[in-house]
T-cell receptor, first 113, second 116 residues
Framework: KQEVTQIPAALSVPEGENLVLNCSFT??????LQWFRQDPGKGLTSLLL???SQREQTSGRLNASLDKSSGRSTLYIAASQPGDSATYLC????????????WGLGTSLAVNP | NAGVTQTPKFQVLKTGQSMTLQCAQD?????MSWYRQDPGMGLRLIHY???????DQGEVPNGYNVSRSTTEDFPLRLLSAAPSQTSVYFC???????????????FGSGTQLSVL
């Protein structure tokens, strides 16, 4: 069964630091991978979607990479801000017709002023 | 642009009661889905739909029914609520599940359900 592991589970950093959040998955036969952000008591927001044929995606201060062969994705956050405080989840999707997402438990990030 | 709208935001039920969680999207998305989120567990897919009139089961469908009579709406029905259904429920949609950036998933703000 496909599993997703996110390390670290929690992270607390001072404002301005560059961060790397890690995601590993057991099955390399994924279709694509999304990184989401979840604020407390709210829904999830898709940050980046990396297609299976791509190696990375960038949006502003965020950069996500995907290495299917090693079963890893990383989310890089540059110059972190207090507003980045949230839980970050990665979700690869299975190959095949349904392409259901498989969810990790997330990394809880606190950026301190 | 409202996106994905879920109602109600909070609900308390007694064991055995039934209710419907509402989900509507205004983005003309083909794909809609329901998840539940519980502490210590990843999001789990309950049911999904790839278009009006088409629904299918996810990982944890027991105790829940869905229908998709229109593109916009995808209600989730709890037939006879049980304490094990206490959870936060999220509706999510995407333009399609046929590949490319069309699979970017948009979430509603969730429904906190407690079953006593």
């Amino acid at each position: 069964k496909q599993e997703v592991t996110q390390i670290p589970a929690a992270l607390s950093v001072p404002e301005g630091e560059n961060l790397v959040l890690n995601c590993s998955f057991t099955d390399s036969a994924i279709y694509n991978l999304q990184w989401f952000r979840q604020d407390p008591g709210k829904g999830l927001t898709s940050l980046l979607l990396i297609q299976s044929s791509q190696r990375e995606q960038t949006s502003g201060r965020l950069n996500a990479s995907l290495d299917k062969s090693s079963g890893r994705s990383t989310l890089y956050i540059a110059a972190s801000q207090p507003g980045d405080s949230a839980t970050y989840l990665c979700a690869p999707s299975r190959a095949g017709n349904n392409r259901k997402l498989i969810w990790g438990l997330g990394t809880s990030l606190a950026v301190n002023p | 642009n409202a996106g994905v709208t879920q109602t109600p935001k909070f609900q308390v039920l007694k064991t055995g009661q039934s209710m419907t969680l509402q989900c509507a999207q205004d983005m003309n998305h083909e794909y809609m889905s329901w998840y539940r989120q519980d502490p210590g567990m990843g999001l789990r897919l309950i049911h999904y739909s790839v278009g009006a009139g088409i629904t299918d089961q996810g990982e944890v469908p027991n105790g829940y029914n869905v229908s998709r009579s229109t593109t916009e709406d995808f209600p989730l029905r709890l037939l006879s609520a049980a304490p094990s259904q206490t959870s936060v429920y999220f509706c999510a949609s995407s333009y399609s599940n046929r590949g490319g950036n069309n699979e970017k998933l948009f979430f509603g703000s969730g429904t906190q359900l407690s079953v006593l």
